[in-house]
């Protein structure tokens, strides 16, 4: 078979895994899953691989994701058992006061630190559940506070290597040192968190207005005040291991590279150490990995590992680089669109996927720039609609189960649609600023693309 | 639609976790009920002696000021005044001061509601005109003083029911909890009972905390109440549901704090046999009051009231 048959007969049968997912025809990790052994099936058959295991050797490349997601789980799991992120969250909601536009701003930067450090889904369900509940004690409506702390939390998964899963992804494909996101992705983050907070508080500027009376100021700071954070937090030394084994974990990954080791093993440290200093409900705590997630990237790895193999993504970023030519701000530019929109419409984790082996494809340009479009792109691109981020999803379904409100896809798109546009116009200018200013830090060396040292 | 509904249930249990952190934290529980003021309403009947000697116990060891009047009609005005003045006469010869607020011409409810609205802190301490058989606390809304003021009263009313035997201080400190739900008048409620227990200065005596468990059978709370307070705060947990661990947990903290308090809890089903058969007398039961009802099952109150120990009936305003 031709090498041209072969890409697209693996492209269209990835697409077709897509359009599955998009359209949720089966559950996200069944259709990875099977697409996954389709293709498997269809590389022997058309010799594309000389053998099944070869999807092991594609699979290899991507364990230390897998070992990442693990470690973090374990490792979230434990400290959200310990009470500890739910304190920390009545602590910041009681400083506000219950004042309407400062709970919004203390929501929004919670839900941002918080998707930083545990990672977007752990945040949102945590954030969201007191949102619910402060914005029904203090008569509040939900809409803006769950809207805006959706938003909020995927400029959160720009902070650092394990923030989100895109960037993990694209973190661990090009190598990138934890580092690194401190100097490049976490000051847009919180560019794009201020862009995100202003847009969104004047879009919702008549559901947050400031208490007219000293008497409604009391009235709102003795519902807050109510909130007993100790009341979740009821081991104290589990509460405190929790913590000291989360900090620690955090400056793991950032002395990981000094020590020589990678934010893998960094995770599956913190996880073991949660575990044996927790020392209850172990298997409990196991179970509660999403074990799902991991299998649909299982999947998701060897669908792109075998499409890779047709060099049809090679292909697809050279006629990309040819229609864009050698301008970096072009290419910055088409890489931040183009995984924006289309994180917007599906998944961004396959999307996410499928671009990471485009970027060293794409000759001629320096790679660096184009790794943080793709992190920036993909992360933000799903706050266009309704579907486009696991956080909005959540948010969506929080709204419409726990408060019965329900949002149509034209007032979401009027708030995220904007919202997305600016951030990425914003993502674009940024990375065309640091190319401009020379302020890209160079990947190390054998990263994709790059040379290998030796 | 899967992954949905896993999210859907873990922002759901967040949820619960966050409303149980706002029930617990209109429930804290930060010290003794103040106890700097006492209206003592007398009825003539041979209460009024126990009345007196709770009002002694409690001044013992503290500086307390006292408003004494009449709960009762006896149609003669003159008389009522007596006996308001006696009982002044008596509490002075023990080196107790009480102010006295004559019967004039209001009705007894009205002229305690007055009282009561001028000393807002106080506690009430009143003997029960029906006696032993005063079943339901509700069923009795005639427009006594006793009914009216419990109803509508925002203190903590002491209600003598009968004679203490020959040690005033032991049902003061032998407090007991009856609790079922999570509201800011359970936690009063245990405000009141850290306060009897703290009477004599320290806190110091044995809290029994009766919870009347109402939901289906729950081995975790089985095994809660198999292993009391102090063991692991963690082992609360499960009562987190039923909306109680905040506040056990805070008694469970105070008892640590205070080596001299001992906290027991018990744990009985509403209906039948509400309160073992077994449990000792000369205790001070302390009831909850929300809105106009008590906060205990019938069964409970019927236990409580059916027995001639005193009673605290706390509501949730403070």
């Known amino acids: 078979m031709s090498e041209t048959a072969l890409q697209i007969l693996f492209g269209g049968l990835m697409l077709a895994t897509y359009a599955v997912i998009a359209f949720e025809l089966l559950h996200k990790t069944v259709a990875a899953l099977v697409g996954a052994l389709a293709m498997t099936a269809a590389a022997i058959a058309t010799g594309l691989v000389d053998s099944y295991t070869r999807v092991y050797d594609v699979l290899g490349h991507d364990l230390p994701i897998l070992a990442v997601i693990i470690g973090t789980s374990i490792l979230v799991e434990l400290a959200g058992q310990s009470g500890l992120f739910h304190f920390v969250a009545i602590k910041i909601v009681k400083r506000t006061g219950g004042h309407p536009v400062r709970l919004f701003l203390a929501l929004q930067l919670l839900v941002f630190v918080f998707a930083a450090l545990l990672t977007i889904v752990p945040a949102m369900l945590i954030v969201s559940g007191l949102t619910l509940v402060i914005s029904k004690s203090l008569r509040l409506s939900p809409t803006p506070y769950l809207l805006g702390i959706a938003f909020a939390s995927n400029s959160g998964t720009l902070c650092t290597f394990a923030s989100g899963m895109p960037t993990l992804m694209v973190g661990s494909a090009a190598k990138i040192p934890y580092g690194q996101f401190l100097v490049v992705s976490l000051p847009f983050a919180l560019v794009s968190l201020v862009v995100c907070y202003c847009w969104t508080r004047y879009a919702f500027r008549d559901d947050l207005t400031a208490p007219k009376t000293d008497h409604e100021r009391a009235e709102l700071q003795a519902t807050v005040e109510a909130f007993d954070e100790w009341a979740l937090a009821p081991d104290l030394a589990a509460f405190s291991r929790a913590a000291i084994v989360l900090c620690l974990t955090i400056v793991g990954f950032a002395v990981a590279k000094p020590l020589g080791v990678g934010p893998d093993f960094v995770a599956l440290v913190g996880g073991a150490a949660m575990l044996l200093f927790h020392g209850k409900h172990v298997e409990e705590t196991v179970k509660k990995v999403n074990w799902v997630v991991i299998l649909f990237f299982s999947g998701l790895f060897i669908i792109v590992g075998l499409v890779k193999e047709t060099h049809a993504l090679e292909r697809l970023a050279g006629t990309l680089t040819s229609l864009t030519g050698d301008s970096v701000l072009a290419n910055v530019a088409t890489v931040t669109w183009f995984s924006g929109v289309a994180s917007a419409i599906v998944d961004n984790i396959p999307v996410a996927a499928t671009m990471i082996p485009m970027v060293p494809a794409m000759d001629g340009i320096p790679h660096e720039p184009l790794w943080w479009s793709l992190i920036l792109g993909a992360n933000l691109g799903g706050n266009a609609t309704p579907i486009g981020s696991i956080s909005c999803v959540i948010a969506l379904h929080a709204l419409a189960k726990e408060a019965g409100i329900q949002i149509g896809w034209g007032r979401f798109l009027a708030v995220g649609g904007v919202l997305m546009i600016v951030q990425l116009v914003l993502a674009t200018l940024w990375i065309a600023a640091y190319v401009a200013f020379d302020l890209l830090p160079e990947l190390p060396a054998g990263a994709p693309g790059e040379p290998t040292g030796h | ?318």
Not at chain 2, 79 to 93: H, I, K, N
Not at chain 2, 127 to 156: I, Q
């Open chain 2, 1 to 318: 639609m899967e992954a949905n509904d896993r999210n859907n249930a873990l922002v759901h249990a967040n949820v619960e976790r966050f409303e149980a952190a706002l029930a617990a934290g209109r429930s804290r529980i930060d010290g003794p009920e103040p106890l700097d003021s006492l209206i003592i309403v007398l009825d003539g009947s041979g209460q009024d002696e126990t009345t007196l000697a709770i009002v002694r116990e409690l001044c013992l060891e503290r500086t307390c000021m006292l408003v004494l009047t009449c709960g009762i009609q006896v149609g003669d005005p003159e008389a009522e005044d007596e006996l308001v003045l006696g009982a002044q006469r008596a509490l002075e010869a023990d080196g107790l001061h009480a102010e006295v607020v004559l019967s004039g011409s209001a009705e007894n409810h009205e002229r305690i509601r007055s009282i009561r609205q001028e000393h807002r802190g106080a506690w009430l301490v009143m003997p029960s005109p029906f006696g032993h058989d005063y079943a339901d606390l509700r069923a009795k809304s005639l427009g006594t003083a006793v009914e009216v003021t419990l109803t509508e009263s925002e203190m903590p009313t002491i209600l003598v029911r009968g004679p203490l035997g020959d040690v005033a201080s032991e049902p003061l400190s032998r407090p007991h909890l009856i609790v079922r739900e999570t509201s800011p008048a359970t936690a009063r409620a245990a405000r009141v009972a850290l306060a009897m227990l703290t009477h004599r200065g320290t806190i110091a005596g044995t809290l029994t905390v009766t919870f009347v468990y109402g939901g289906r059978p729950d081995p975790d709370v089985d095994d809660v109440v198999a292993r009391g307070f102090g063991v692991d705060p963690q082992v609360l947990m499960p009562l987190l549901s039923h909306g109680l661990s905040g506040i056990l947990h805070r008694l469970d903290v105070l008892s640590q704090m205070h080596l001299g308090l001992k906290l027991e809890l018990r744990l009985v089903q509403p209906g039948g046999e509400a309160i073992d058969e077994d449990i000792e007398h000369g205790r001070l039961h302390i009831l909850p009051r929300q809105g106009d009802r008590t906060h205990v099952d019938d069964s409970v109150q019927d236990f409580v009231l059916g027995c001639s120990d005193p009673v605290v009936v706390v509501p949730a305003v403070s």
